[in-house]
């Protein structure tokens, strides 16, 4: 059974700052992961989708790795800004159908 | 292009009632998957529908049910709600099994009272 685990659980940072946030995953043997953002309530927005054939992903002030051998990706926010705060997760496609999703990393970025 | 589209939007219910959530796929997707998403927790698979029929089951009672359409829409139902059915529901759509990735809509919030 595939299990996802991300850290830190929460994260504060002023604005400016680089970040990285970590997921990891039990099951290497995974299709793809993908990054979303949620805000508070709300539906998930896609950030990033990296095949297992792919190293990373980058869009805009985003970059996501994998290093699937290893079981972890890592999410990499530049310049980081107010607009940036909200929860992401991370949600690993191993087939059957299902995403396993991680609890989330909740960031704060203060002005 | 419209994206995932969920209604309603919130919902109050009272206990043992039941309940239907509705769900439009983005446009060429074929595959509707439903989460639920308790607070402060990920979310959860509940089922995935494909060419009409339950493809995939995650681990919920058969007090919920599902289904998909010709259209590709789907509906969630929920039987018998109890106050722990109090959730964020979200339908993704995808297509095949997600290799090119899976579209959230923005959710359903049921309050069971």
């Known amino acids: 059974k595939q299990e996802v685990t991300q850290i830190p659980a929460a994260l504060s940072v002023p604005e400016g700052e680089n970040l990285v946030l970590n997921c990891s995953f039990t099951d290497s043997a995974i299709y793809n992961l993908q990054w979303f953002r949620q805000d508070p309530g709300k539906g998930l927005t896609s950030l990033l989708l990296?095949?297992?054939?792919?190293r990373e992903q980058t869009s805009g002030r985003l970059n996501a790795s994998l290093d699937k051998s290893s079981g972890r990706s890592t999410l990499y926010i530049a310049a980081s800004q107010p607009g940036d705060s909200a929860t992401y997760l991370c949600?690993?496609?191993?087939?059957?159908?299902?995403?396993?999703f991680g609890k989330g990393t909740m960031l704060l970025v203060s002005p | 292009d419209a994206g995932v589209t969920q209604s309603p939007t919130h919902l109050i219910k009272t206990r043992g009632q039941q309940v239907t959530l509705r769900c439009s796929p983005k446009?060429?997707?074929?595959?509707v998957s439903w989460y639920q998403q308790a607070l402060g927790q990920g979310p959860q698979f509940i089922f995935q529908?494909?060419?009409?029929?339950?493809?995939q089951r995650g681990n919920f009672p058969d007090r919920f049910s599902g289904h998909q359409f010709p259209n590709y829409s789907s509906e969630l139902n929920v039987n018998a709600l109890l106050l722990g059915d109090s959730a964020l529901y979200l339908c993704?759509?995808?297509?095949?099994?997600?290799?090119?990735?899976?579209?959230f809509g923005s959710g359903t919030r049921l309050t069971v009272v």
């Open positions: 993704a759509s995808s297509f095949w099994e997600g290799t090119d990735g899976y579209t």
């Open positions: 949600a690993v496609n191993s087939g059957y159908s299902t995403l396993t």
């Open positions: 990296i095949q297992s054939s792919q």
């Open positions: 446009s060429g997707h074929d595959t």
């Open positions: 529908y494909y060419e009409e029929e339950e493809r």
